[in-house]
């Protein structure tokens, strides 16, 4: 099941292209400051565009990923989109349980508005859409009983109700 997973993935995803550079995090304009067109962003978005900036998702390291699945709350929807896949193949990943805990339970669900979520999800396709879901499925039954959630569905539930919208 693992293996059709990450092939389904990668087959859904490969449609996607490269986002560009300026697409990739989310940055905002400052109109207070002295420059209106000044734009700011943080230690940890400058660090995960770096990290990502220029980058296949196909040849991410498992290092960046794992550093970097907590703030998937910065992508922009278009840097979600392309980039999604490669945090689901390393989630797959029996050594990485902690990846499959933060993708249900961190950035996207508690630090993240669930509109920006909503917005994101929508914009995949509905194989993509599919897939997502699936992944999801597959690694909470696998991952259930090693503790890592409480309760162990919420997470879960809030990913498919998410899906749901977005394909309603």
């Not at 980039?83 to 990846?99: E, R, S, T, V």
């Not at 879901?133 to 109700?161: H, I, S």
């Amino acid at each position: 099941m693992e293996s059709q997973l990450k092939s389904q993935i990668s087959e859904a995803f490969s449609i996607n292209d490269y986002p560009g550079d300026d697409s990739i995090v989310v940055s905002w304009t400052a109109p207070s400051l002295q420059d209106p067109h000044c734009i700011l962003v943080d230690h940890e978005t400058l660090t995960l565009y770096n990290q990502f900036r220029g980058k296949n998702w196909h040849s991410l390291s498992a290092d960046v990923l794992l550093e970097s699945v907590k703030e998937l709350g910065t992508f922009t929807s278009l840097g979600f989109r392309y980039y999604i896949p490669a945090f689901l193949l390393y989630a797959l990943d029996d050594q990485c349980p902690i990846a499959f805990k933060i993708l249900l339970e961190s950035a996207l669900l508690k630090r993240v508005h669930l509109q920006w979520f909503i917005d994101r999800v929508s914009m995949l396709t509905p194989a993509q859409q599919r897939v997502v879901a699936d992944t999801m499925v597959y690694l909470f039954d696998t991952n259930r009983d090693n503790g890592l959630f409480e309760p162990p569905a919420e997470g879960l539930q809030l990913w498919k109700n998410l899906f749901d919208k977005a394909a309603g």
